[in-house]
């Protein structure tokens, strides 16, 4: 797209879920030179309601007449991960810019059939790893380009809680649906923390695991282990268990002159442990949490820089996810 910093960008969503309501969706209502314009939802009711408590003027119960409608200029697809590449493909084929909910899709597979449709067109097409535009996780980074502990030797992370009352009723949840998400809660949450180890310490070059379901709630894995080698040589471990007594969202980054040690879930401080100094470092999160993630869409569509999530990045994710569960 030109660079033309008074063009009004009228985007349509596709999927008005909870993601939507204060995460993302105004976001988009907020960042200047965007404008949220159209809807779409399967039960016309509620997407009705939706668009009514949020203000926007047009409303769709069938994505092609979204996708297709000649005032909309870019889609933002936030539906289950199953569907994304069926509607991906679509709004590739229509030529505009889309941003697709993380994962990018249940698959590698998908993924990268999504990535080529978009590149083949060389349209711009941005995945909602929000984190890699976060204030809080930037911090982390310019320690870590600032040397602050030193030279880089490896990360690991436990992310751990009990199953919720949902998981323990049976009732059907597509986060644990194992036809729309093999590694259950792994790929919804996982895959956050996993995209933005890539963003502070490089691309991944190997990465193996273990995974199984320990508590027989659901279709999908509960626990999972991992460990992967970034290209700079770090070393990364995880583990990944919904099924513990306690909650726990911790990650330490090993230097040869110290440590840095944050949540990826939780606002807690950030923790700098060096030989110059201990810092505890709060940084809160803007009231919709893809804010400058969206801020930072409209930057790259007039030029003025290159967004942190594109295709390519979120692709890469989605390998590091299939090799840890072993599907590829």
């Not at 003027?57 to 994304?84: C, M, R, V």
Request: hydrophobic share 35%; aromatic share 10%; proline share 4%.
């Amino acid at each position: 797209m030109t660079n033309n910093n008074s063009k009004i960008i009228r985007w349509g969503i596709i999927g008005c879920g909870d993601v939507t309501e204060v995460k993302s969706g105004p976001a988009y209502q907020k960042t200047k030179g965007f404008e949220f314009s159209a809807v779409m939802r399967r039960d016309a009711v509620k997407c009705a309601d939706y668009a009514k408590r949020h203000g926007v003027s047009k409303q769709y119960s069938d994505a092609d007449s979204l996708i297709n409608d000649s005032q909309i200029d870019a889609i933002y697809i936030a539906t289950p991960p199953d569907s994304h590449k069926l509607y991906a493909l679509k709004v590739a084929l229509a030529g505009k810019p889309c941003c697709i909910e993380k994962p990018m899709a249940p698959s590698y597979k998908d993924s990268l059939s999504i990535y080529n449709a978009f590149k083949e067109k060389e349209i711009p097409l941005f995945i909602a790893y929000y984190r890699r535009s976060l204030p809080r996780f930037n911090q982390i980074k310019k320690w870590l380009d600032a040397n602050e502990i030193g030279e880089i030797r490896h990360i690991n992370w436990q992310l751990s809680k009990p199953p919720s009352a949902l998981d323990l009723s049976g009732v059907y949840n597509w986060r644990t649906d194992s036809n729309v998400a093999k590694g259950g809660y792994f790929d919804d949450l996982a895959s956050h923390g996993l995209d933005l180890f890539v963003h502070l310490l490089g691309k991944v070059k190997e990465a193996s695991g273990f995974s199984s379901n320990q508590q027989g709630l659901y279709s999908a894995k509960d626990a999972i282990t991992a460990c992967w080698i970034h290209e700079s040589g770090v070393t990364g471990t995880g583990n990944w268990n919904f099924g513990c007594e306690d909650r726990q969202d911790k990650v330490e980054i090993f230097g040869s002159t110290g440590k840095i040690v944050f949540s990826v879930f939780d606002e807690k401080p950030l923790l700098l442990y060096n030989k110059k100094e201990q810092t505890e470092f709060l940084i809160k999160h803007p009231e919709n949490i893809q804010l400058y993630h969206v801020e930072n869409i409209r930057e790259h569509l007039l030029g003025n820089k290159i967004h942190p999530s594109l295709g390519e990045s979120g692709l890469h994710t989605s390998w590091i996810m299939d090799r840890i569960i072993g599907t590829i």
